[in-house]
């Protein structure tokens, strides 16, 4: 769709603009709707790359931050922080000109350009220049591609680094009062990143009680008396304002199991001080060292075996929960949901292969994966199935066969077309009864075996 303005407008820019978007109005309305919005992606990626190479010209001639931030605040329409977005990615664009090409060519979009430019602001400009992090954004979703870009920032990190920050951030803690636009009260806490996990996990645990005492998933979400935010909120009241000698064995009480636990991947060289790199918890966010040696002191520490590509050790089970041993391995593995990233704690292990379909799919580990709530439910929803790509080392989602569904989806279900999945990885032949443990015909003779 070509479009040109050399028609008489003179230097106005709202006609300008105007006459464009005539004229991209009359082509949009001869289109199907996932035509058109996929029309206006690529002119909003194109518009994003051209703003950036023009604040990009800014940086290049030593204007400042504030300087760039200010030009875009320019229309009074802006908010500080959108100004701070758009700034930071022509501040990545300064640096990597190439960034603002991929924008134009359609290989990037915005959102994933600003996941590069906030990973640049964070490690000095060096993401913005990294080719093996720009293709591995470009490649998967925005929220893979955050987890991507916050292993790349992390391991760039040292542990003094990460030290500073939490001793600045304990420094700065507190909390206040204040009134929401919708009219709701609310309590605001803010502190270091380990403090808040603490508190977050609490509340989580809670509303996990919450949500089995309102019938779990043996209700349909949509007939739970409450949503997951009201649920979240009386956890959260109720563990505030509960009396702390109440019977611990008591419904009001108990804990979920993952509550109040910090899952931390360390080396034994860290563990000894002899490396200085830092510490990670599960989710990739670095642990200062004052808090490691802190939880030390009363840490159960288990061991986990991966492979060259990351793969867990297989381990298997003849029931369809996950034990916690298990659990923990998923937490070590995956860190939070495979999908969008979402906190551990909002996980359930959920089975490749699923445990009722004609495949009957083990509780081993290599046939689990973490999902949160929100993407478990789409997953069953859309009839998908879950699956590690190794070429891109993501996971990705495709259409499940008959083989791979429960029972009640399959008339659902078309047959697939021969070699339509040819390039997915083969599945074992169902075994004919729940006998012994089933080894994936794919695996290695030569494993270590199972540490749990």
């Given at each position: 769709m070509a479009t040109s303005f050399d028609l008489p407008l003179g230097n106005d820019p709202a006609l300008v603009a105007t006459d464009a978007m005539v004229r991209i109005d009359a082509e949009l309305a001869h289109v199907p709707a996932k035509t058109a919005l996929l029309i206006i992606e690529f002119c909003r990626n194109r518009l994003a790359a051209s703003e950036a190479r023009v604040l990009a010209?800014?940086?290049?001639?030593?204007?400042?931050?504030?300087?760039?931030?200010?030009?875009?605040?320019?229309?009074?329409?802006?908010?500080?922080?959108?100004?701070?977005?758009?700034?930071?990615?022509?501040?990545?664009?300064?640096?990597?000109?190439?960034?603002?090409?991929?924008?134009?060519?359609?290989?990037?979009?915005?959102?994933?350009?600003?996941?590069?430019?906030?990973?640049?602001?964070?490690?000095?400009?060096?993401?913005?220049?990294?080719?093996?992090?720009?293709?591995?954004?470009?490649?998967?979703?925005?929220?893979?591609?955050?987890?991507?870009?916050?292993?790349?920032?992390?391991?760039?990190?040292?542990?003094?680094?990460?030290?500073?920050?939490?001793?600045?951030?304990?420094i700065l803690r507190g909390w206040y009062k204040h009134r929401l636009p919708n009219g709701n009260a609310a309590i605001t806490f803010h502190g270091d990143d380990h403090s808040i996990n603490q508190m977050e996990a609490s509340v989580a645990g809670q509303a996990d009680i919450e949500y089995r005492d309102d019938g779990g998933r043996d209700v349909p979400h949509g007939k739970h008396p409450r949503t997951n935010d009201q649920r979240g909120f009386d956890a959260a009241h109720k563990l505030m304002t509960s009396n702390t000698d109440q019977n611990p064995a008591s419904p009001t009480t108990r804990r979920s199991r993952r509550a109040n636990v910090v899952h931390v991947n360390v080396t034994p060289d860290q563990l000894l001080g002899n490396d200085p790199s830092p510490i990670l918890t599960a989710d990739g966010t670095p642990l200062p060292r004052s808090v490691f040696d802190e939880i030390c002191c009363d840490a159960d520490i288990i061991g986990h075996i991966f492979s060259g590509d990351g793969e867990l050790l297989w381990q298997s089970r003849m029931k369809r929960l996950a034990t916690p041993a298990q659990i923990n391995g998923l937490i070590a593995r995956d860190g939070g949901c495979v999908l969008c990233s979402a906190h551990h704690n909002e996980c359930v292990a959920h089975h490749l292969l699923p445990w009722e379909a004609p495949g009957q799919g083990e509780t081993n580990i290599d046939n689990l994966a973490f999902l949160c709530g929100d993407c478990h439910t789409r997953l069953h929803q859309r009839k998908q199935t879950l699956f590690y790509d190794r070429r891109s080392k993501t996971w990705k989602t495709r259409a499940a066969t008959i083989h791979e569904l429960p029972p009640e989806n399959q008339h659902h279900q078309k047959k697939p077309a021969p070699g339509q999945y040819r390039n997915m990885p083969a599945l074992a032949a169902p075994p004919a009864e729940r006998t012994k443990p089933r080894l994936d015909q794919a695996r290695s003779n030569a494993r270590l075996g199972a540490l749990f």
């Open positions: 010209d800014r940086y290049e001639n030593g204007a400042s931050d504030r300087d760039v931030e200010d030009l875009v605040l320019g229309d009074g329409k802006t908010s500080k922080q959108e100004a701070k977005k758009r700034a930071s990615r022509a501040k990545a664009t300064n640096a990597n000109p190439g960034i603002a090409d991929k924008l134009d060519s359609g290989e990037l979009s915005a959102e994933q350009a600003d996941i590069i430019a906030k990973a640049a602001a964070e490690t000095d400009g060096a993401a913005a220049c990294d080719s093996t992090l720009i293709n591995d954004v470009a490649q998967t979703s925005p929220e893979q591609g955050r987890k991507k870009a916050t292993k790349f920032v992390n391991e760039r990190r040292s542990s003094a680094d990460v030290q500073a920050k939490h001793d600045r951030q304990r």
